[in-house]
């Protein structure tokens, strides 16, 4: 490296390591490295020595800042998703605050796991549900959703668009295309030899309350309000009427032109709902392959 320096014109090279508290990093990195080169006949003098080493505490503190700004962000869109996330970096941290929306819920699970992880080792069974998470996230982002919590082996997601016949047409469209994916993931899975699965997903649509839930020091931001329990009990139906993807009455209503791709299961009670409901399913008839 410093042959290729010489050989660039570099005359001198000092590098200066700079460590800050472990109050003040977030992760492994304990602080900086900054390197000088310069091009002066005479190299650094003692002065410019004592001149860079002089900056280098502001200099770190600084990057130090930008680094920290960039991971804190990063880890918290992680772990909340990006549509929460910006709600609380812009400081919605109060527990009991929440917004209204009127948005699409996605409720999910997987079909068998518990049968699954029975046999399974620990590994297989986190592999296993990564995979089959990732199917879903991936398809869930691609049409404008953002996944809130995993719930085991069962996600919670909302699709908030202002117009309902867009937020549905777009989670429709995610669940079709996460079942496209699983497919793909069964038949790679099953010719290794490893246990496959498949989703139920339930689709409603209905008013949330959008914010912050728990304790005065911890805190989880999700959606609440009836429309969340009564997705989860659509997804419940899934086995026993031996569909994949179940819409709501609520849903079909406000689809718009997406109504035309979904086909009646009939009505049914449901544990916890008021009153009996028509169900709905993707019509296989007017869905793509």
Same mark, same amino acid.
């Given at each position: 490296?410093?042959? !290729?320096? %010489?050989?660039?014109?570099?005359?001198?090279?000092?590098?200066?390591?700079?460590?800050? *508290?472990?109050? +003040?990093?977030?992760?492994?990195?304990?602080?900086? +490295?900054?390197?000088?080169?310069?091009?002066? &006949?005479?190299?650094?003098?003692?002065?410019?020595?004592?001149?860079?080493?002089?900056?280098?505490? %502001?200099?770190?503190?600084?990057?130090?800042?930008?680094?920290?700004?960039?991971?804190?962000?990063?880890?918290?869109?992680?772990?909340?998703?990006?549509?929460?996330?910006?709600? #609380?970096?812009?400081?919605?941290?109060?527990?009991?605050?929440?917004?209204?929306?009127?948005?699409?819920?996605?409720?999910?699970?997987?079909?068998?796991?518990?049968?699954? =992880?029975?046999?399974?080792?620990?590994?297989?069974? $986190? #592999?296993?549900?990564? %995979?089959?998470?990732?199917?879903? /996230?991936?398809?869930?982002?691609?049409?404008?959703?953002? #996944?809130?919590?995993?719930?085991?082996?069962?996600? $919670?997601?909302?699709?908030?668009?202002?117009?309902? &016949? +867009?937020?549905?047409?777009?989670?429709?469209?995610?669940?079709?295309?996460?079942?496209?994916?699983?497919?793909?993931?069964? *038949?790679?899975?099953?010719? =290794?030899?490893? &246990?496959?699965?498949?989703?139920?997903?339930?689709?409603? #649509?209905?008013?949330?309350?959008? @914010?912050?839930? @728990? =304790?005065?020091?911890?805190?989880?931001?999700?959606?609440?309000?009836?429309?969340?329990?009564?997705?989860?009990?659509?997804?419940?139906?899934?086995?026993?009427?031996?569909?994949?993807?179940? /819409?709501?009455?609520?849903?079909? %209503?406000?689809?718009?032109?997406?109504? !035309?791709?979904?086909? =009646?299961?009939?009505?049914?009670?449901?544990?916890? +709902?008021?009153?009996?409901?028509?169900?709905?399913?993707?019509?296989?008839?007017?869905? &793509?392959?």
């Amino acid at each position: 490296m410093l042959d !290729r320096f %010489e050989h660039d014109g570099a005359t001198d090279y000092v590098a200066f390591a700079s460590r800050v *508290a472990e109050t +003040v990093r977030i992760g492994e990195g304990e602080g900086i +490295v900054a390197s000088w080169m310069t091009d002066a &006949p005479s190299g650094f003098s003692d002065a410019h020595i004592e001149l860079i080493a002089g900056i280098m505490p %502001e200099l770190t503190i600084a990057f130090m800042l930008g680094t920290n700004n960039r991971a804190a962000r990063t880890l918290i869109r992680t772990y909340l998703g990006s549509h929460a996330a910006e709600r #609380v970096l812009a400081g919605n941290i109060v527990r009991g605050r929440a917004t209204p929306i009127h948005a699409v819920v996605w409720f999910s699970d997987l079909t068998g796991f518990t049968r699954i =992880s029975d046999m399974a080792s620990a590994d297989a069974v $986190l #592999v296993l549900l990564n %995979e089959y998470a990732e199917a879903q /996230v991936e398809a869930i982002e691609a049409h404008g959703g953002h #996944v809130l919590k995993f719930i085991g082996d069962g996600i $919670l997601a909302i699709f908030p668009d202002a117009e309902p &016949p +867009v937020a549905c047409r777009h989670a429709l469209d995610a669940a079709l295309e996460q079942r496209r994916c699983i497919e793909g993931l069964n *038949a790679r899975r099953a010719a =290794s030899g490893l &246990p496959v699965t498949h989703t139920h997903v339930a689709l409603h #649509v209905g008013d949330l309350l959008y @914010g912050n839930l @728990g =304790s005065a020091r911890r805190l989880d931001f999700t959606v609440l309000g009836p429309a969340v329990n009564e997705a989860a009990r659509i997804e419940a139906l899934c086995a026993s009427l031996e569909q994949t993807i179940i /819409v709501s009455q609520a849903f079909a %209503e406000a689809a718009g032109d997406a109504r !035309r791709k979904l086909v =009646s299961l009939g009505r049914y009670a449901m544990k916890g +709902v008021a009153r009996p409901q028509e169900l709905f399913t993707p019509d296989p008839d007017v869905m &793509p392959a």
